[in-house]
């Protein structure tokens, strides 16, 4: 059960069927590792992901991508994991909120920023001519739509502590992508070691994201940011993408989702990553209410030197 947090002495030997049947058979032997079925490993994880706006936004957008939240909240967890659950088993009648997230995110990836509120309209209302069904995305962004009878098999959610075990999950390389999302600030200096972001905690990350991957941090708390962005700049193997490359993420390929032909249908992935890491997680809605600032940095994981 989620409440247990038990973590496998290494990758190989997790049991990822139970939070992705569809792509993994059960393991044979208690205490071994679940078959794969579709070849397909998660790549990417939203680390400390609350509850879940993230990936559950960005789930239809990448379907043959799997992709993890990463909570140490019990309660929080379970909220993750029941509205996945709900989701999957009810994957014609969508969650509103999310209808809402996938929609903007479509409109905001393909479109500038600031959608004139006519277009959200419309927007709302094909979801409900549709009867709440995915088919909204559909009038937006064909291209974006998921396929027919996708019911968020790629989306999960593990309770873990991500300041510890990661490797017990992830693999060398395995990871695309890693988000860090408005990261609890700890703002007393004798907390900072407790900050998610730290010169050890750097080189794990680094080992769990593969080279050409990508590494997220977003925060409204202005020295969190110079934190982060600050233990990160020195570090050998993380370069930070300035604005134009952020924009022009996907066009090349090898760039954003890692192994994929760049394309301008790649490029409206990437534009719709960004629109959910800044305004598609709880925290950032939540920012966004109070009108407070937003700081983020991109980072490219480096080739490992020879
Ligand atoms: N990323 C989400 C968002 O933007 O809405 C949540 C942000 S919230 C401020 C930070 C989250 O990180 C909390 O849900 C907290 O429980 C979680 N967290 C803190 N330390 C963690 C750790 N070591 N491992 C996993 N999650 C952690």
Redesign the pocket.
């Given at each position: 059960s989620i409440h247990h947090l038990a973590y496998p002495p290494s990758p190989a030997q997790m049991d990822w069927n139970t939070h992705f049947p569809t792509f993994f058979a059960p393991p044979p032997q208690e205490g071994e590792g679940s078959p794969s079925l579709k070849g397909k490993k998660v790549e990417f994880a939203?680390?400390?992901?609350?509850?879940?706006?993230?990936s559950i936004a960005l789930a239809p957008l990448f379907p043959d991508t799997l992709m993890l939240g990463?909570?140490?909240?019990v309660q929080?967890t379970q909220y993750v994991s029941d509205k996945i659950r709900a989701l999957r088993l009810n994957p014609g009648s969508v969650d509103p909120d999310n209808a809402d997230d996938v929609a903007e995110a479509a409109v905001a990836a393909g479109e500038t920023e600031g959608e004139p509120a006519a277009k959200r309209q419309k927007v709302d209302e094909t979801v409900k001519a549709e009867g709440g069904k995915l088919a909204p995305v559909r009038g937006i962004r064909p291209e974006l739509m998921p396929p027919e009878g996708y019911a968020y098999g790629n989306v999960s959610v593990l309770r873990?502590?991500?300041?510890?075990f990661l490797p017990n999950f992830f693999e060398k390389g395995q990871l695309s992508k890693i988000?860090?999302?408005?990261?609890?600030?700890h703002f007393k200096q004798r907390k900072h070691k407790?900050r998610?972001i730290s010169p050890t905690l750097l080189a794990e990350y680094a080992y769990v994201l593969r080279p050409g991957g990508l590494l997220y941090t977003?925060t409204d708390v202005p020295d969190l940011h110079t934190w982060m962005t600050g233990h990160l700049a020195p570090f050998p193997l993380f370069q930070r993408l300035t604005e134009e490359e952020i924009d022009r993420l996907g066009l090349e390929s090898g760039e954003g989702v890692v192994g994929q032909e760049g394309s301008e249908l790649q490029q409206m992935r990437e534009r719709a990553v960004m629109e959910a890491v800044k305004r598609r997680?709880?925290?950032?809605?939540?920012v966004e209410r109070n009108q407070g600032g937003k700081q983020w940095s991109v980072w490219r994981r480096l080739p490992d030197p020879e």
């Open positions: 939203d680390v400390g992901c609350g509850f879940g706006g993230l990463l909570e140490i909240r929080v873990a502590n991500a300041m510890k988000f860090f999302l408005f990261p609890d600030p407790a998610i977003i997680t709880e925290e950032g809605k939540k």
